[in-house]
C-alpha cells in the first residue's frame, strides 16, 4: 500500500513539474486590469523563430481559449504543418489563453464577455505585439463556451481575428441568444472574416443534448442561407465524433480549409519556374492578407533543386532569400557555397 502511495505521489509530481516547464512552449502572466486578477497564457513559437542564422520576421498568431485543454494539442498540429518540404500553413506563433484565476463560464459568455474581449483586446494583444514578433494576422479557436465567445466576437466585433473557429459551440447558452444575432446574419457586415463551426454526430442528438446539437443546426442554416459575401464559411459534421473529440480532427481541417491553396507539390516546381510565385499570389488573394513564402521554405525549396540539378532555378531561389532577407547569415552562406 505505502509503495503505491508512493507512486502516485511521484506521479502527480511528474504532472505538476511538467505543467510548469510546458512540454510545447512557455509561460507569461499578465496583470490585467480589466478583469482585476492575473492572468496566464501559454506561448508556443515556431523553430525558426529564435534560430540566430536566418533573419528575424514576423509571424500569424493562433489564439486558443481553454488552453488547459487545447494549447498543446494545437501547437502539436502547427508544429507538424509548419515544417518540411511541403508546408501546409506559414510558421505560427500559439498563444493559449489559460483559465488560472478566471472562470470560463462566466469570461465566455454574456456575464462576463464584454470585459474579456477588452482584456484581449486593450491587454493581450498589446502585450503579445511588445513581446513577440507578431503580424497583424490572428485566429481565435474557440470549443463549447469557447465556440459562443467565438460566434459572439464574430458577429460584434469581427475585426478582433481574422477567422473565428467555433467546435460543437453552446448556441443554447443564455436563451440561444446567439440564434437571436444570427437572425440578422443576412445584413452584417463580417468584414470578410473566415469562419468554421465544427459538429458532433447525429448519434448525439438525444436526451438533453437536443437543444445542444440543434441550436446548432440553426445557426449554421442561418448564416449558410444568408448567402453573406461578407464570410467565407465552412461547416464540419463528424458522425463519430462526442463533444469532447470534436476539436481534435475539428482543428486540423480548419487548418487545411483555412490555409487551402498554401501547400505546394515541391516536385513540380523545376518544370513550373514560377509556380512558387504565382501559388503564393493567388493564395494571398483568396485570404484577403499578402503572404510571401517564408525563408527556411525557400532554403529547403534551392537545396531540392541542387539534387534535381536544376542550377539555375536553385540559383534562382538562393537569391530570393538574399535579396528578400538581406539579414540572414544563411541565405548569405547558402549563395556563397552554391557558387562555389
Not at 10 to 36: C, D, M, Y
Not at 63 to 75: I, P, Q, R, W
Not at 164 to 169: C, M, N, R, T
Amino acid at each position: 500500500m505505502k509503495k503505491l502511495l508512493y507512486l502516485f505521489i511521484l506521479f502527480i509530481n511528474q504532472i505538476t513539474f511538467a505543467q510548469e516547464k510546458l512540454p510545447f512552449g512557455e509561460i507569461q502572466k499578465i496583470q490585467s486590469k480589466v478583469l482585476g486578477t492575473e492572468r496566464e497564457i501559454w506561448i508556443n513559437l515556431p523553430e525558426s523563430y529564435s534560430n540566430p542564422k536566418i533573419q528575424k520576421v514576423n509571424y500569424p498568431v493562433i489564439y486558443v481559449l481553454d488552453a488547459e485543454d487545447n494549447f498543446t494539442f494545437v501547437s502539436s498540429v502547427v508544429n507538424k504543418f509548419q515544417k518540411g518540404h511541403y508546408q501546409e500553413m506559414p510558421e505560427s506563433i500559439v498563444i493559449g489563453i489559460t483559465n488560472k484565476n478566471g472562470d470560463r463560464t462566466k469570461d465566455f459568455t454574456h456575464l462576463n464577455d464584454k470585459k474579456f474581449l477588452e482584456f484581449i483586446q486593450t491587454e493581450l494583444f498589446p502585450f503579445v505585439e511588445n513581446y513577440y514578433r507578431v503580424l497583424d494576422y490572428k485566429f481565435l479557436i474557440g470549443h463549447s463556451l469557447g465556440g459562443y465567445f467565438a460566434l459572439k466576437t464574430l458577429y460584434n466585433y469581427p475585426e478582433t481575428f481574422n477567422a473565428y473557429v467555433a467546435h460543437d459551440p453552446s448556441i443554447w447558452f443564455n436563451d440561444f441568444e446567439l440564434i437571436k444575432l444570427y437572425q440578422n446574419a443576412k445584413s452584417n457586415d463580417f468584414k470578410k472574416r473566415f469562419l468554421i463551426i465544427t459538429q458532433v454526430g447525429e448519434s448525439q442528438n438525444v436526451g438533453h443534448l437536443q437543444d445542444h446539437y440543434g441550436g446548432i443546426k440553426t445557426v449554421h442554416s442561418l448564416i449558410s442561407e444568408s448567402n453573406n459575401q461578407t464570410i467565407s464559411y465552412n461547416y464540419r459534421q463528424y458522425a463519430d465524433e462526442e463533444h469532447g473529440s470534436v476539436p481534435m480532427i475539428g482543428n486540423i481541417d480548419f487548418i487545411r480549409w483555412m490555409y487551402d491553396g498554401y501547400r505546394i507539390n515541391i516536385k513540380d516546381v523545376p518544370n513550373q519556374p514560377d509556380l512558387i510565385e504565382d501559388s503564393f499570389k493567388a493564395f494571398s488573394s483568396k485570404i484577403n492578407f499578402t503572404f510571401q513564402p517564408q525563408e527556411t521554405y525557400i532554403h529547403l525549396v534551392a537545396n531540392y533543386l541542387v539534387k534535381q540539378k536544376k542550377f539555375d532555378l536553385a540559383k534562382k531561389y538562393f537569391e530570393y532569400n538574399v535579396n528578400n532577407f538581406p539579414q540572414s547569415q544563411q541565405a548569405k552562406e547558402a549563395l556563397e557555397n552554391f557558387k562555389d
